[in-house]
Every structure is written in C-alpha cells, then in structure tokens.
C-alpha cells in the first residue's frame, strides 16, 4: 500500500497547479481591460491632439496662400489623425503576459506576475507559492487607484491651448478669403467662354461651304485656346491665350480675301445695273452668291444672245467688259466677265458657254473664299468678344463708378469742376493761338505751364460745354476765357486714365494695345 501513495500525492499537486494557473489568469483579465481601456483612452487623446495641431497649421497656410480645400482638408486630417490612433490602440492593446509585466511595473511587485505567468504550467511546489504569493500580492490592490484613466494635467492645458488656437483660425476673418472669392469669380467666368468657345467650335464644324482643312485648322485653335483657358490663373493669362488665338486665326486669312471680296461686290453691283433682265440676275446671283441662280441666269442669257443683232451684243458685252474692270482686284472673276464679253460680242454658243463655266466656277471659288473668310471672322470675333467680357468684368467697378460720375455731370445733378484749356504755338509766322472751353461736368479743374514740377503741376483740363461766360475771336489769334482755379497733377491724370480705359474697354481694341494704353497712363502717374 506504500507504494500507492506517490501517484496519489502527484494528482495533488497537478490539481492544485492547474487551479492556480487558472486563477492568475482569471486575476489578470480585469487589469488587462483596464490597462487596455487606458491605452485607448491615452492614444486616442494624443491623436485628437495631434490632429488638431495639423489642422491649425493647416488653416495657418491657408492665412498666408490662397487654399481653397484647406478647411476641408483640415477636417479630414483631425478625424484621420482620431480613427489612426483609436485604431492602433485597439490593435495593439496588451495581451496577459504584458499586462503582468505592466502590473509589475505599476504596482511595483518586482516582476512577480510576469514570473507567475511565464511559470504558469509549472508542477513544482516551489512554483505553486510563487504563484499564490503573486495572487496575495494582487489582492492587496484597488484596480480603479492603480491604474487611473482621468487624463493628465498637462494633456489637458496642451488641449485647451490647441483648441483655442483653432478657433481663432476659425473665427477670425482670413485675408485670403477676398483672393480666393476673386479666384470663383474668375473661374466661373472662365468657364462661361469656354461653353461659348465650345459652341462655336460646334456651329464651326457644321459649316458645308467651308474647307475640311480649314475647319480642322480652326478647330485645332479653339481646343488649344479651351486648353490654355482652363489652365489659366489669372486674367493676364486668359488675355494672353486668347490674343494667340486671334493670331493664329490671322495666320489662316487669306491677305487678299477682302480685297476679292470687294472686286466681286463692284461687279456685280455694275451687272446689276444693267437694263437687260438677264444680265441683271447674274448680277443679283453674283451678290448673293447663289449658284443655282447664277447658272439659271447665265443659260437665260446665253439663249438671248443668238437673237440680238451685233450692235445689241456689243452693248451687252461693253456691259460686261465694265463689270470685269470693277473686278480688277479679283483675277479669276475679272478673267472670267473678260471671256463672257468677247463671246458675247463675237456671237459664238460654244465660247459662250465656255465663258459661263468659268463664270459658274470663279463665282464658285469666291463664295467658298468668301465662307472662309466668314467663319475666320466669326471666329475672331468671338474670341474677341470673350476678351471684352473678361476685361469689363476685371473693371466692372471703376467703370461703374466712372459713368456714375459722368452721368451726374451730364443730367446737371451736382456743380462740377470747371477746365480751362490754354495752348500756345508759334509757327513760321508770328502770332499766337489759344484756345479754351468751360462748363459743368466730371472733370477737374488746373492749369498748365509747360512744365513737369512734380505731383503738384498745375494743367488746364478742357471743360465740358454749359455755363460759363467766355468770349472768343474766330480769327485765330486770341481767345480769352475766365481763369479757373489749380488742382493736382495727379487728380488730372487720373480722370484722363479712367476716360481711357472706359473707351478702350468697350472697343475691338487688341488685349496688347489695351495694356499698351494702360502702361502709358501708368508712367505719366510716377511723374
């Protein structure tokens, strides 16, 4: 029977083992959801904190460059920088063997749950007090006191301050917010012409009377221009790409087309003219361009001709003939009239027909120069007309402003400034001459000497047309006038620039002359 009572002993102790491996786990889990509850907590704050710093300096970027998406990208960022972090805390959260080795730590137990854990399986009896002195040690703990999930002091002050700092960029005007706004605008302008743009190409593309290559060519320049507009960031640019675009549109015009345009229009206003019905039509088939008309015409006349006696087609080709010297500046069409009124006078149907061929054919090559020339016009005219819009839109408000003042100096609504104008010249002769004007208006008043003194230089404005007592000689010598009072130089200048700008806003003046304009007044300011 003494040999029986070792596997008895043995049993025991595996028992007693396996229940204090079991207790040490279960001893562990609560401490573990705490420790991973203030990793979650801890991480999650950290990457709130930081994901506010982000957008702050964000937001500050967008304070000194114009940024659209900032706020947006502000707000991605603080939530992305949240999710990452809560997100790496639950991934990493501890598992039971380091968080024995942060209890340790925590409760200062000088590593007794991690050596009770990595000894778990252990059946020793030595390993078995271990573990139930880690146990007791654990026991004499409060969860709640040991491991605190309040958030620190300073985690607290950095927050406040991060906060703070992101409500001012938030509240406080942006000074960017005016550039961008102008940036919409110009955008939204910009995307207004390339629709017009877009629109001609197509009404361009449907054009039968017009070459394929030609159409090709101008199609190709308006998807440039519709390219280089969308790449455009500021007016400059936009200005720029469309007065290339006119360019190139020139490029294609043929130099001569408006002076054949012409030469075909006297001839056929002089056949129009013509006291024979037949003659006449082609005329009228010539001006507008009408083939079918004109072959319809040219076989009327044709079956006339063998009726008329010599003196009738001798005047009926002297007609003609009248009709090619008009058309001295269109080869083709002048060569034709040239062989039609040598048929006609010399009375032969086969060179009569002959001559309404290369009529029919040299009406033909004008009209489709002539459609040519059209759609190139048309073109161009588009473009320009987008350049116009852009720039008035760019000067909208000074205009405004300008034609405000000129209508209350118009309509009398107001006392204006009177202007004087004085000029003196000596030519070979001797004498002198002065003229002068005054009334009610915009204008300014001054004087002007000749001289460049500075800002302050006195110059006579010319005044508008109203009241005013002034006496004036028309023999040229002299004019006198009443004197008026000096302003500023500068306030001169100034009207005058503005008085420019309004006429060459609202002309078919090119987008270089247009600057050209505005950097001369621009220099007469810095006199």
């Known amino acids: 029977?003494?040999?029986?009572?070792?596997?008895?002993?043995?049993?025991?102790?595996?028992?007693?083992?396996?229940?204090?491996?079991?207790?040490?786990?279960?001893?562990?889990?609560?401490?573990?959801?705490?420790?991973?509850?203030?990793?979650?907590?801890?991480?999650?704050?950290?990457?709130?904190?930081?994901?506010?710093?982000l957008a702050c300096l964000l937001l500050l970027v967008s304070?000194?460059?114009?940024?659209?998406?900032?706020?947006?990208?502000?707000?991605?960022?603080?939530?992305?920088?949240?999710?990452?972090?809560?997100s790496a805390a639950i991934w990493y959260r501890p598992s039971l063997a380091r968080a024995a080795r942060l209890v340790d730590a925590r409760l200062s137990l000088h590593d007794r749950m991690s050596t009770a854990w990595e000894m778990r399986k252990e059946t020793a009896p030595l390993y078995g007090l271990q573990r139930e002195d880690a146990l007791?040690?654990?026991?004499?703990?409060?969860?709640?006191?040991?491991?605190?999930?309040?958030?620190?002091?300073?985690?607290?002050?950095?927050?406040?301050?991060?906060?703070?700092?992101?409500?001012?960029?938030?509240?406080?005007?942006?000074?960017m917010t005016a550039v961008l706004q102008q940036q919409a605008a110009f955008q939204v302008r910009i995307a207004k012409q390339i629709v017009a743009i877009e629109h001609l190409r197509t009404s361009l593309a449907h054009l039968t009377n017009t070459s394929a290559q030609q159409r090709a060519q101008i199609d190709q320049i308006l998807r440039d221009l519709e390219t280089k507009l969308q790449n455009?960031?500021?007016?400059?640019?936009?200005?720029?790409?469309?007065?290339?675009?006119?360019?190139?549109?020139?490029?294609?015009?043929?130099?001569q087309a408006n002076n054949q345009a012409q030469a075909h229009a006297n001839a056929s206003s002089s056949l129009e003219s013509s006291s024979n019905a037949s003659l006449s039509a082609v005329g009228q088939a010539l001006a507008t361009n009408d083939s079918k008309r004109l072959s319809n015409a040219l076989q009327n006349l044709a079956s006339q001709v063998s009726h008329m006696t010599p003196a009738q087609r001798a005047q009926l080709a002297q007609q003609i003939e009248n009709a090619a010297n008009q058309a001295n500046q269109n080869p083709?069409?002048?060569?034709?009239?040239?062989?039609?009124?040598?048929?006609?006078?010399?009375?032969?149907?086969?060179?009569?027909?002959?001559?309404?061929?290369?009529?029919?054919?040299?009406?033909?090559?004008?009209?489709?120069?002539?459609?040519?020339?059209?759609?190139?016009?048309?073109?161009?005219?588009?473009l320009q007309q987008a350049a116009n819009t852009l720039a008035s839109a760019t000067d909208g408000t000074s205009s405004q402003g300008q034609n405000q003042n000129q209508g209350q100096g118009q309509n009398g609504q107001g006392q204006g400034q009177q202007g004087q104008a004085q000029r003196q010249g000596q030519g070979n002769g001797?004498?002198?001459?002065?003229?002068?004007?005054?009334?009610?208006?915009?204008?300014?008043?001054?004087?002007h000497t000749g001289s460049k003194s500075g800002q302050n230089e006195q110059v006579f404005v010319p005044g508008q047309i109203g009241s005013g007592n002034s006496t004036q000689s028309?023999?040229?010598?002299?004019?006198?006038?009443?004197?008026?009072?000096?302003?500023?130089?500068?306030?001169?200048?100034?009207?005058?620039?503005?008085?420019?700008?309004?006429?060459?806003?609202?002309?078919?003046?090119?987008p270089d002359l247009k600057d050209l304009v505005h950097g001369y007044f621009n220099t007469l300011e810095g006199q």
């Not at 009375?347 to 020339?373: H, K």
């Open 232 to 255: 455009a960031h500021n007016e400059t640019e936009a200005q720029q790409a469309i007065a290339e675009a006119q360019a190139r549109l020139n490029q294609l015009r043929d130099p």
């Open 332 to 382: 083709k069409l002048r060569a034709a009239l040239h062989q039609l009124a040598k048929a006609i006078a010399d009375g032969s149907p086969s060179e009569i027909a002959d001559a309404t061929n290369a009529l029919e054919i040299a009406a033909s090559q004008d009209a489709t120069a002539q459609a040519q020339a059209n759609s190139i016009d048309q073109a161009t005219q588009s």
């Open 63 to 86: 304070r000194l460059t114009p940024w659209v998406t900032a706020p947006r990208w502000a707000i991605g960022i603080g939530i992305a920088c949240s999710l990452f972090a809560f």
């Open 430 to 447: 001797q004498g002198q001459g002065q003229g002068s004007g005054s009334g009610n208006g915009s204008g300014g008043r001054g004087n």
């Open 474 to 510: 028309n023999d040229g010598n002299n004019s006198v006038v009443q004197n008026g009072s000096s302003i500023p130089y500068s306030q001169v200048i100034e009207r005058y620039k503005q008085m420019a700008h309004d006429a060459i806003d609202n002309s078919d003046i090119s």
């Open 136 to 175: 007791k040690q654990l026991s004499q703990h409060v969860l709640s006191t040991a491991i605190s999930v309040r958030p620190r002091r300073s985690s607290l002050v950095t927050s406040g301050i991060v906060v703070v700092a992101l409500a001012l960029l938030v509240l406080l005007p942006n000074p």
């Open 1 to 53: 029977m003494a040999t029986l009572a070792p596997p008895g002993n043995v049993k025991a102790q595996l028992v007693t083992s396996n229940t204090n491996s079991e207790q040490l786990a279960t001893a562990l889990r609560p401490w573990r959801r705490r420790l991973a509850l203030q990793q979650a907590l801890s991480w999650t704050g950290r990457g709130i904190i930081s994901g506010l710093i």
